[in-house]
């Protein structure tokens, strides 16, 4: 049986470790210490790094990693990531033995062109494409590219986890609130994310069907939500037109 632990580091990211009794995958180490400090508590053995994208909050600690622990680090392959060994692309297969689990992988840009997505059986792990009720920053690419990657990610079963790198979900939840204030959702969201904050649990795994319930990025076109552009004097006509309304909302 795999668990799924997240390691909090830098000022609000989670490094998320797979891992089965004795051996652990890490996704997006942003610093080594810890992971570390994680491996030396465990007594796990780490055999894989996951790179979702080239940011350093996301690749900081790989280098003193594998000054540790020569391991692969999977991830798509760019000019300024030095520290990728193993090329994954659009439409590959990642299947690790130990810990033993298999991931699809789609490239997912308008964050970063680099930008990809491991997703298991009921779990996606999807760097900054999506938060918890939000979604990343449009970088690279254009806002075309970042929904186009959001509904790909919103197609997936709602039972899907979604394991995020950051803990934004409450910020996040402030803005969906902005946008539909009736969105009881939303409202129940709020309520819960704030009881696990209160007591330093993450907010995420979130599930694709709460993504789709509260997440305004992948609601472009919930009338209320339209409505509420439109007061603001924002012309919207299409669901890409509502996203980048959204941009600058």
């Known amino acids: 049986m795999l668990n799924i632990t997240a390691i909090p580091a830098l000022r609000d990211n989670y490094i998320w470790a797979i891992h089965d009794e004795t051996h652990v995958a890490i996704v997006d180490p942003g610093e080594a210490a810890p992971v570390l400090a994680f491996l030396n508590r465990t007594g796990l053995k780490l055999t894989a790094i996951l790179c979702t994208h080239r940011h350093n909050d996301h690749i900081g600690g790989i280098a003193e990693l594998r000054g540790v622990y020569n391991v ?44 990809i997505v491991y997703i298991a059986t009921d779990a996606v792990f999807c760097g900054d494409i999506m938060f918890g009720a939000g979604c990343g920053n449009n970088k690279e690419g254009t806002l075309a590219d970042l929904h186009h990657s959001l509904m790909r990610l919103a197609a997936l079963p709602d039972d899907t986890r979604v394991y995020c790198a950051h803990e934004y979900t409450e910020y996040c939840l402030s803005f969906a609130k902005l946008c539909e204030p009736k969105n009881v959702a939303i409202q129940q969201r709020i309520a819960d994310t704030q009881r696990l904050r209160a007591l330093d649990i993450p907010s995420v795994p979130s599930t694709i069907g709460l993504e789709k319930a509260t997440n305004p990025f992948i609601r472009c076109s919930s009338p209320e939500l339209i409505r509420t552009l439109q007061a603001h004097d924002m012309k919207v006509t299409d669901e890409l037109s509502v996203f980048t309304a959204l941009q600058h909302f």
């Open 72 to 115: 692969p680090v999977y991830g798509r392959s760019h000019p300024r990531n030095p520290h990728i060994t193993n090329d994954l692309r659009e439409g590959d297969t990642l299947e690790l033995e130990a810990p033993s689990i298999s991931f699809d992988i789609i490239e997912t840009p308008g964050h970063l062109e680099d930008h």
